[in-house]
Structures are given as structure tokens and as C-alpha cells.
């Protein structure tokens, strides 16, 4: 079965500095990847995927990801941090089982200091 | 368009009464997910449908938890009875066959507490 592991429960960073959230992955097979955000009471938002092609992919608000195969790594980041960017980060992959479906991981938060 | 629609955004039930969850999917979206968050066990897939159908309910925790989709508009996720371990926040997401692959569009959620 397919998993994803935010290793990191919180993520703290002075706003203006590079963030980075990690997810490492565990699939048969070539994996579709995610990164969702959650602002406080709201649901999850689609921030960027990867199907196939580069391995650097750029998303919403300026944050992209980075494919790694052999590391089988999925990390989020961002050149400078904004206050704005304070939430609950997922990463997740998709069901490889035949369901339509995706695996989340457990969340990282995220905390951008002024 | 106006995104996944859920009512109520918050539900507070005393243990023992029946609680009715309610979706509205993305007009033209074909796939309706069912999810629960808790601190404990982050985000669960209850069940998903496909065109009205349930194609997997292997998550729902028990006979109490059950879940319906009488058309492609709204989908209902009701527990009888609640209990308090049923508190959480339910997240409903769709998705289109036609979109970019397996990308869900969540709701705001309904925060459940039962006492």
C-alpha cells in the first residue's frame, strides 16, 4: 500500500527566510503527488502536483516542490516567507489500489515568525 | 463557482441523537469524498462516490456512520446514534474525472461536537 510521512509535526521560520516542508513517499509504481494547505477553520487547498515531466514543479502563493525518485522525496518550499503562509501543510499520494482516491500524511504546521 | 458546499459549519448534539451532515459538490463533478479529521487520526476517507454510486465505504467506522448521494448535486453523512468520540471535523471534496488527476476540492467542513 501506498504512504506518505511528514516527519516534521511543526516547521518554524522567520518570515523572509526559505522555508521547507518535507514528505517522503512510498509507492509501487510512479507516484502522483500533492501538497494541500489549510488555513485555520477552512478546508484543504490544492497548492501543486506532480504527475510526470520536471521534477521541479511551482504551485499557488509562490510555493513549489521538488521530485526526488531516489530519495523518493516530495518537499515543499518557499525562497521567502511570508506571516500569510502560517497553516497545517499535507502532503499526499494517489491510491495505487485502482481506488480514485488520496493518502495524507499526518500535517506539518507551518510558523512564520515576524 | 462556489466551491464544495457544507451545512451546518458547526453541530453540537448531545450523545444519542442522530446528526445529518450535508454536501454540495462541484456542479459537473463526478467523484464526492467523505472525510473526517481529528487530532488523533489527522484526515480519514470515510467513503467516496462516483456518479451517485459508493464505490468504496471501507473507511466508515461502524453501522452508525452511514452516507448517501440521491443525485449529483448533494450527498448526506449521517450518524445514529452520535457518540463523543464522533466529534471531529467532516470534510466533504470532489473531483472530475476530466480534471488534472486525482486533485480534490475540499469544503470549508462541519465541526462536530458531541457531549
Known amino acids: 500500500a501506498q504512504s506518505v510521512a511528514q516527519p516534521e509535526d511543526q516547521v518554524n521560520v522567520a518570515e523572509g527566510n526559505p522555508l521547507t516542508v518535507k514528505c517522503t513517499y512510498s509507492?509501487?509504481?510512479?507516484?502522483?503527488l500533492f501538497w494541500y494547505v489549510q488555513y485555520p477553520n477552512r478546508g484543504l487547498q490544492f497548492l501543486l502536483k506532480?504527475?510526470?515531466?520536471?521534477?521541479l514543479v511551482k504551485g499557488s502563493y509562490g510555493f513549489e516542490a521538488e521530485f526526488n525518485k531516489s530519495q523518493t522525496s516530495f518537499h515543499l518550499k518557499k525562497p521567502s516567507a511570508l506571516v500569510s503562509d502560517s497553516a497545517l501543510y499535507f502532503c499526499?499520494?494517489?491510491?495505487?489500489?485502482?481506488?480514485?482516491?488520496?493518502?495524507f500524511g499526518s500535517g506539518t504546521r507551518l510558523q512564520v515568525q515576524p | 463557482d462556489a466551491g464544495v458546499i457544507q451545512s451546518p459549519r458547526h453541530e453540537v448534539t448531545e450523545m444519542g441523537q442522530e446528526v445529518t451532515l450535508r454536501c454540495k459538490p462541484i456542479?459537473?463533478?463526478?467523484?464526492l469524498f467523505w472525510y473526517r479529521q481529528t487530532m488523533m487520526r489527522g484526515l480519514e476517507l470515510l467513503i467516496y462516490?462516483?456518479?451517485?454510486?459508493?464505490?468504496?465505504d471501507s473507511g466508515m467506522p461502524e453501522d452508525r456512520f452511514s452516507a448517501k448521494m440521491p443525485n449529483a448535486s448533494f450527498s448526506t453523512l449521517k450518524i445514529q446514534p452520535s457518540e463523543p468520540r464522533d466529534s471531529a471535523v467532516y470534510f466533504c471534496?470532489?473531483?472530475?474525472?476530466?480534471?488534472?488527476?486525482?486533485?480534490?476540492?475540499f469544503g470549508p467542513g462541519t465541526r462536530l461536537t458531541v457531549t
Open positions: 456542479s459537473g463533478h463526478d467523484y
Open positions: 499526499a499520494v494517489r491510491d495505487m489500489t485502482g481506488r480514485r482516491a488520496l493518502t
Open positions: 462516490f462516483n456518479n451517485n454510486v459508493p464505490i468504496d
Open positions: 506532480y504527475i510526470t515531466g520536471d521534477n
Open positions: 471534496a470532489s473531483s472530475s474525472t476530466d480534471s488534472s488527476f486525482y486533485e480534490q476540492y
Open positions: 509507492v509501487s509504481g510512479n507516484p502522483y
